[in-house]
């Protein structure tokens, strides 16, 4: 049962949290904790409308960041094994 769930784990840390989705995944949680805050403090918005900015704007960031890393990462040579 260890091996299995080694397996599964090593799996979803290779296929995910290592590749652009993963990063993009990471870089939009912290997108919009980050444009909430900034919108709150800066603007004095209610939370509501700062929650929905802060979800809205990162998630369209999110898919160009997407977007860009797997164009960048298409141009750089891979590293010889």
Same mark, same amino acid.
């Given at each position: 049962? *260890? &091996?299995? $769930?080694?397996?599964?784990? &090593?799996? =979803? $840390?290779?296929? *995910?949290?290592l590749? @652009? =989705? !993963?990063?993009t995944?990471?870089y939009?949680?912290?997108?919009?904790?980050? /444009?909430?805050? @900034?919108?709150? =403090?800066?603007? !004095? %918005?209610?939370? &509501?409308? /700062?929650? %929905?900015? /802060? =979800?809205?704007e +990162?998630?369209i960031?999110?898919?160009?960041?997407?977007?860009?890393? $797997? /164009?960048?990462t298409s141009?750089? +040579? $891979?590293k +010889? %094994?």
């Amino acid at each position: 049962m *260890v &091996e299995f $769930k080694y397996g599964i784990f &090593e799996t =979803i $840390k290779r296929q *995910v949290l290592l590749s @652009s =989705i !993963g990063r993009t995944i990471v870089y939009t949680l912290g997108h919009i904790c980050i /444009a909430m805050t @900034s919108n709150m =403090i800066i603007t !004095g %918005a209610q939370f &509501e409308f /700062a929650l %929905a900015d /802060a =979800i809205i704007e +990162p998630c369209i960031n999110g898919v160009w960041y997407y977007l860009l890393d $797997k /164009a960048w990462t298409s141009y750089i +040579p $891979k590293k +010889p %094994a």
